[in-house]
C-alpha cells in the first residue's frame, strides 16, 4: 500500500505501527531538550538470541498502555505528572485488559491518554498549537 493509498477524505491516515513511530520521535525529541523523560513499555514475552543461546524474556503485563512519560506539573508548583500514553489507529479499539490497565493507573491517580495522532500527544502535554488570531 502506497501513501496516496492511504488518504481518505483528503486526511492521510497512519498504521498503529507508523503512529507508533511518530510518537516515539517526538517524545525523544522531547527527552533530548530535557522536557520529559519517557520509554515505550512492551508487554507480552520475548525470546532473545545471544550467541547460541536463546531465553524467553518477560515484558510489561498484558494491557500495559505504549509509552509512559514523566514531567513536570503545569502549575506554578513543584509536581509530577506521570502521564500513560496508548497510541491507537483512527479506528484502533481498546482490548478490555487495556480498559483494566486504564482504570488501574486512574486510580493510582496518574493521567492516560488515548493517542490518535501527534496533535492528540500535544495536547496531553500542554503544547496545543498556537491558533492565529485575527481581528
Not at 492511504?6 to 520521535?25: C, F, M, P, Y
Not at 502549575?75 to 479506528?91: C, G, M, Q, T
Amino acid at each position: 500500500m502506497t501513501r496516496l493509498d492511504k488518504i481518505q477524505n483528503g486526511k492521510l491516515t497512519l498504521s498503529e505501527a507508523e503512529l507508533k513511530r511518530q510518537v516515539w520521535d517526538y517524545l525523544q525529541y522531547g527527552m533530548n531538550q530535557g522536557k520529559w523523560y519517557f520509554d515505550r513499555l512492551n508487554s507480552g514475552e520475548f525470546i532473545e538470541v545471544r550467541g547460541g543461546s536463546r531465553r524467553r524474556v518477560k515484558g510489561c503485563r498484558e494491557g500495559t498502555s505504549d509509552f509512559f512519560i514523566l514531567t513536570k506539573g503545569q502549575s506554578n508548583f513543584w509536581a509530577l505528572r506521570v502521564i500513560f500514553v496508548e497510541v491507537k489507529s483512527e479506528k484502533g479499539r481498546m482490548h478490555p485488559e487495556q480498559g483494566a490497565f486504564q482504570k488501574l493507573v486512574k486510580n493510582q491517580l496518574a493521567e492516560y491518554v488515548i493517542v490518535r495522532s501527534i496533535e492528540d500527544l500535544e495536547k496531553a502535554l500542554g503544547f496545543e498549537k498556537n491558533e492565529a488570531k485575527t481581528g
